[in-house]
């Protein structure tokens, strides 16, 4: 391409993506090729990046293009390499489309299984707490239930061993019964 954004060049790939000949594209200004007639906004965006790049700047972003095929949307990396002469002076631009489509995909997918696994692990927070309460309240009330059973040892059952020790029980059972 021209520093001026006439379209010199194109290669096979990039004709047959947007369904044209090498004739019907080389020669116009490449903000009014297939690739870039989508929207107004687009084309400026392009007009100030290849006036950038014939600044000698190199010029990167990214856009979405319609397959002439298919006519799906994808998701393009878009570049202007400058090329200069020995003098430093911008001889002519290089155009390149890199079709990144299944990386977005991939990207919008991980990012949907991360929320999900966030999702997950909020749900799994919340049974953990469920459940530490739950072992808590059982911890509680085993405890309980011991305290109940000493208090019921003491107060009842050692009552009865000493009236049995006084009357003369078999010194046998008596030492059963402290035992257990």
């Known amino acids: 391409m021209t520093p001026d954004g006439t379209l010199i060049e194109a290669n096979e790939t990039a004709v047959e993506f947007a369904g044209v000949k090498k004739s019907e594209v080389c020669g116009k200004p490449f903000w009014e090729t297939p690739w870039w007639t989508h929207s107004a906004e687009m084309q400026d965006k392009l007009r100030n990046a290849i006036k950038k790049a014939a600044e000698g700047e190199f010029v990167r972003f990214e856009t979405t293009h319609r397959a002439a095929a298919d006519r799906s949307i ?4 878009f570049s202007l390499k400058p090329i200069k002469d020995e003098h430093g002076k911008v001889k002519f631009l290089i155009p390149e489309g890199r079709d990144i489509t299944e990386l977005r995909k991939t990207e919008e997918a991980l990012k949907e299984s991360e929320s999900m696994l966030r999702e997950q692990k909020l ?7 469920a459940l530490n309460e739950m072992v808590e309240h059982i911890e509680r009330t085993k405890n309980r239930i011991k305290e109940d059973i000493a208090i ?17 029980a078999s010194p046998k059972y008596i ?6």
Do not use: A, C, S
Not at 74 to 77: C, E, K, L, V
Not at 152 to 168: F, Q, S
Not at 175 to 180: D, E, F, S
């Open 74 to 77: 994808h998701y393009i990396d």
């Open 123 to 129: 749900v799994l927070e919340q049974k953990n707490l």
């Open 175 to 180: 030492k059963l019964l402290q035992y257990h």
């Open 152 to 168: 019921n040892v003491d107060e009842t059952l050692m009552p009865i061993v000493e009236k049995l020790k006084r009357n003369g």
